[in-house]
């Protein structure tokens, strides 16, 4: 605004700058205005976002109690060796799931035998 001035003024050009100052007032009310809007989203993106990690891991924890329970360990010795199973590139899922399988495997033969 105070470039535009001092361009017109170096021309001697005179004129009345109310209305100018007026759009100048209104255009940096718009600036505030979107700056207060753009906090805002963040803070409600921020919340979402936290709000769906706790979900995950929530559903994660009831997840692996049920799977624990399932395979007849503790959730902490599930871990464990889902961990181990992870770091040897098997998914902490396919191992859980093979560890079902064997167990559902001994508990047939078991059956047939008696």
């Not at 505030?32 to 989203?41: K, N, R, T, Y």
């Not at 010795?77 to 992870?86: F, I, M, R």
């Not at 399988?101 to 033969?109: G, N, P, T």
């Amino acid at each position: 605004m105070s470039a535009l001035r001092e361009i017109l003024a170096k021309f001697g050009v005179e004129f009345d700058t109310h209305e100018l100052e007026k759009g100048h007032q209104h255009v940096e009310g718009m600036i505030h205005q979107l700056e207060h809007l753009g906090a805002s989203v963040a803070v409600a993106f921020g919340l979402h976002e936290i709000k769906e990690w706790y979900e995950n891991l929530t559903e994660g924890a009831i997840k692996l109690k049920t799977q624990a329970e399932t395979i007849g360990m503790s959730a902490d010795q599930l871990q464990l060796w889902q961990y181990a199973a992870e770091r040897s590139h098997i998914s902490a899922d396919g191992f859980s799931m093979s560890l079902n399988r064997l167990q559902s495997q001994l508990y047939m033969s078991v059956r047939e035998r008696c």
